[in-house]
């Protein structure tokens, strides 16, 4: 019953792709990236399948044909937020989970798989690698990475974060204009942004400074690899103010103090008696107002807007996306399993970077910070190394298509697959 | 000592702009559009001055050359958001007060002013005006409108309403695509926008549904006109996530029960013991807590970035704000004064509008609600009247200058003018 082939570069059958987690600005271009180059081998690849909701969509055999998806659509994902194929926040973990995965493979011989996703999802990719082996079954299974928190480890960045970046420093340079307009040396605007372990974002926020313009926003920035100290904030932003009439900070979400404690966490009570997720800005907020007179304080929590505003993504990092994509599937054509791509930096002048390949094992389990040598004394401001980084990320802007004033994106047709398994069960 | 010319269509003098209020994404279109329409007409208009922070800066008499600016500068203002001469929320209320504009205008022998801004801006304007003309010195005051939140009388729309709206419903569209991407039947959006007496924004981003597509989100439509019913709520909501995977709500910030009661005020307290100002936001999304087990709710508070997102304006909006600044300023010179330049929509098959003028007196304390009529009987959605009024207002897309990734913004270089007036003492 079991498949017994040896690896080699000639397998052929059917590839299947997958979205998880929270979906960024370019997830979709990774996709269009699959299946695109899927495209282009049509000697070792059959059928181009989607599951829908990531791994759900295998265990409940939800699969749709991507490659009757018209061209048009196709051409469209690359700047479509959301995951297209529907996401899933599922960690495999059962034996009977995995079982069922590979039955659904073997009924529509997929033979590559690509899981588009974080740390969390690529944990799932090894896994099934790892149990599809163990039964015989070759499956070539190749991760493409994504995550607007930048971090994954081994790659040089991830697919997500310079459209995430752009927004977020594009929506802070904004802010400080309307800041800077009403501000008379009292204003504080309080911008919180994701993070809850790395301070990437809060960090690209500083790419809204124009070079040469010390002045410019944001003027205090709060990472969650900084333990906040809230006296010496409060002097800073008291620099800022006699300096500057209204002073920008942005804070990850996941600021901590010395101990360790999340500052977002509140201690409030609302309405209905319930605690109240106070949020890091409304915390700095309370330090503003409890130490100054007279200083008017303005939250901004950009929320998940930031992983979804595709209007304002960088055409840098869907290019990157897309190319991630399709290298995972080059790779698996190749012979290659059990590893993600990851993008790689040239060491040269100018910006370029390469799609390279590392083991799942490596990425799993890991989480880049934010590196220490890259924050200011003070922990409170961002090296000049991190602008020489994070700045091609976010150069170019995609030519989105407008109807009826709003960007037009796509949506898949989502052509059922014909189920050949009997229904799974949760319970069983 | 008094000057006692009478209305005449040769006056000739220094104009000066100001500008008022929140700031919008074209305020500063309509500042160029005032620059722009001033160097036509030299035998008229000497210098062209522009106050710093609003009526403030003709009190401290902090006058900047605008026509100084290079061209360059006044090209790109009509892009930038924020008030770039800097803007006030200073109603002008004491003799001496009045006595002083007047003592700077005739100083710097301004004989033209625009001030653009909202009622408070016009009020001002007005008594300005009225002040002038009992002292015998003529000088021709026309406002410029100006605001978000599109609820000044008797123009079609106000300049700033298009481009908010258009950012607000792009990014409910981009919301949506998340939210759908992670629903089971179980995932409530909430986007908080502003608007505390009209609900017009809220209402604008009802035109991020397509069309012939009724299951695009937003789903519901929470309007200040349109008393708050939890129980009602809770059961669209309920109906919602039956039909579909998720659900979007979007709330304006002055949401009232029929009691008239704000229901953001809240009545919690933080971690200092200070009451917290919950919002709309975490009160809707408390009852959905309350009324459902297992369903998550997502807040999303837009804030300050809704009216300042000049990455994402509406070219319609930025042609009508700076032609409603040239408008001002021809009007001026053709002898008008005591009135705002409002926007009349032509009744033709296709959206056309005229600048027109009308009295001062009737804008400055009106507030225009969103009609009854557009709201839908259950109070939580909108007619088509509305898409038909709002559509043509989000249309075009400005090509914007990048630098370094981001946006490129105007900012004035301010040649100072130089004082004529000893200083004015605010407690005189």
Redesign the interface.
Known sequence: MENTESSDKNLTGNLLVA?SG??TPVINASLAGVISAALQFEDEIGEIYGAVNGVEGILGENLVDLAAESQQTVRLLST????AL????RKLNTPEEFARILEVFKAHDIRFFHYIGGNDSQDSSKKIADYCASQGYEVRVIGVPKTIDNDLPITDHCPGYGSTV?YV???V??????????GRNNLV?IVEVMGRGAGWIAAGAT??R??GVPEDAPHIVLLPEAAFDAAAFAERVREVLTRQTHCVVVAAEGLKDAAGNFLGA???????G?P?L?GVC??LK?VI??TFAGVKT????????Q??????A?MTDITEAFEAGAAAVKAAVAGETGKMVVIVRDEREHYSVRMELSELDGIANGEKLFPAAWIGGDGMSVGGQFAKYA?PL????PKLS??????K?AELARYGVEKKCPPFSENA
Chains 1, 2 share one sequence.
Request: aromatic content about 6%; proline content about 4%; hydrophobic content about 25%.
């Open positions: 979205q929270g979906p479509t937020p959301g995951a529907g996401s899933c926040r752009k420093a594009t929506t340079r904004e802010l400080s204009l309307d800041s800077a307009s009403l605007t790419l809204a124009r070079k509140g201690t409030g009570v609302d309405a209905f319930h109240t106070g409304e915390y309370s107002e409890n303005r939250c901004c929590r950009l929320g998940h807007v992983r979804t505003a595709s209007h304002c960088s700045l976010i150069y170019g802007e407008y109807e009826n004033g709003l960007p994106y």
